[in-house]
């Protein structure tokens, strides 16, 4: 993406002109079909979750999909999708979800528009091949779509898997690609820099090296995996066990939960909810324990028992967390930003000062993780990017001072 900086808005900053602050949003927890306070009135039942609280969201929580309907939270409005086709996929930071539409030698992976029910083929597979969304993972902060190509939903036990990547927007093929040995349904997860993916073997997780295809091994019999956007980590259930995982695959720590338990994470406020499922004895009714803890220390923050729930499903519903790694390139008087999204935000505000934590001007960015202005003045800047989705306006990136000879 490329925009020209008109002199008028290097004027608003060199008088300081002061811009409004973008919303800030908390978290909102869905269980057991209702909304619960999660910041400052923790484990209040606050009425009914929607009806589509539990379906698939795209960019960023503004789209909801059931079925072949397509439905714009924000305005009501819908639109239908051809209902032969089956959905594979939603970009959480783009309008648009990845479906699958069959045919007797070869089924076509296509981009359906959100807002217009518009379909754009990317690429073919065979026809038995990628035919559910078990097979199926997006990284959306490259664009990249991971295929596991080999996907005999009926074979029983563990087979060869091939997971292909393609470019989310032009379906074309790229490298990267790799191979593990897994029943169809097993878990397993790109991070959404697609750098790593993490698969179960058997009863081991293997950490990948998607740049380098080195493997690592963690040898327990692990059922469940969940990556922390904020953190850069990863989530392993191993049983009634915990275990937190660095990027790598290094194990860092682990924490007992008990026999039925979930997790959901917030990249915005950095809290990770913890809701388990107490079996009592004696006569009295069974109980859910929800804890939240300090995503960063596992610091417990707050407890509170709620009534129990038929089965132990939970999601948190959030502004996206603060970007990671800006970075910045001065090139005479063009400047280029890079960053990586943190919690798939739909939008991003740059926020530029004259002075350390000053906001003298804020600039309305798309989706995309990367920006250019040109004809920029001389002058010393203080950067920080910001995040926003549906839910709110997330927090600040690391302040970034810029100098433009």
């Known amino acids: 993406m490329r925009v020209v900086f008109r002199r008028l808005v290097f004027v608003c900053v060199l008088v300081g002109v002061p811009m409004a602050q973008p919303a800030r949003a908390q978290d909102t927890l869905v269980l057991n079909d209702r909304v619960v306070g999660a910041v400052g009135n923790f484990g209040a039942d606050l009425g009914p979750a929607p009806a589509d609280a539990a379906l698939p969201l795209a960019g960023g929580g503004r789209y909801s999909v059931a079925g072949p309907v397509i439905t714009d939270r924000r305005t009501g409005a819908f639109v239908l999708m051809d209902p032969s086709v089956d959905l594979l996929a939603v970009d959480p930071v783009r309008p648009r979800l990845f479906v699958r539409s069959p045919g007797g030698l070869f089924s076509a992976i296509s981009e359906v528009n959100a807002a217009t029910g518009a379909t754009r083929v990317l690429t073919l597979v065979g026809a038995s091949q990628v035919s559910t969304s078990f097979a199926v993972r997006y990284a959306y902060s490259v664009d990249r779509l991971y295929l596991d190509v080999i996907t005999d939903v009926f074979a029983r036990g563990s087979q060869e898997r091939e997971v292909q990547v393609f470019d989310g927007t032009t379906g074309a093929r790229l490298p990267g690609g790799f191979t593990f040995a897994a029943a169809p349904f097993r878990p397993w997860i790109v991070t959404p820099e697609g750098d790593y993916a993490y698969v179960i073997e058997g009863a081991s997780l293997v950490t990948i090296d998607l740049a380098t295809g080195a493997r690592r091994i963690l040898n327990e019999p692990v059922t469940n995996l969940q990556w922390?956007?904020?953190?850069?980590?990863?989530?392993?259930?191993?049983?009634?066990?915990?275990?937190?995982?660095?990027?790598?695959?290094?194990?860092?720590?682990?924490?007992?939960?008990?026999?039925?338990?979930?997790?959901?994470?917030?990249?915005?406020?950095?809290?990770?909810?913890?809701?388990?499922?107490?079996?009592?004895?004696?006569?009295?009714?069974?109980?859910?324990?929800?804890?939240?803890?300090?995503?960063?220390?596992?610091?417990?923050?707050?407890?509170?028992?709620?009534?129990?729930?038929?089965?132990?499903?939970?999601?948190?519903?959030?502004?996206?967390?603060?970007?990671?790694?800006?970075?910045?390139?001065?090139?005479?008087?063009?400047?280029?930003?890079?960053?990586?999204?943190?919690?798939?935000?739909?939008?991003?505000?740059?926020?530029?000062?004259?002075?350390?934590?000053?906001?003298d001007v804020s600039i309305f960015l798309g989706a995309d993780n990367r920006v250019s202005f040109s004809g920029v003045p001389p002058g010393v800047y203080y950067l920080r990017v910001r995040g926003g989705n549906e839910f709110g306006g997330g927090r600040a990136s690391d302040e970034l001072r810029l100098v433009v000879p």
């Open 228 to 359: 922390d956007p904020l953190n850069e980590r990863l989530f392993v259930a191993v049983g009634g066990t915990l275990f937190v995982l660095n990027r790598q695959g290094d194990v860092l720590g682990s924490a007992a939960m008990g026999d039925d338990y979930c997790t959901a994470l917030s990249p915005h406020t950095g809290r990770l909810y913890v809701r388990r499922s107490l079996y009592s004895r004696f006569g009295l009714p069974r109980v859910d324990d929800l804890r939240v803890f300090d995503s960063r220390t596992y610091t417990l923050l707050d407890r509170v028992f709620l009534s129990a729930g038929s089965v132990c499903w939970m999601s948190v519903f959030t502004a996206p967390g603060p970007p990671r790694r800006v970075q910045a390139s001065v090139t005479g008087h063009t400047v280029s930003l890079s960053w990586v999204n943190v919690g798939a935000a739909s939008h991003f505000v740059l926020e530029a000062g004259l002075g350390p934590g000053r906001t």
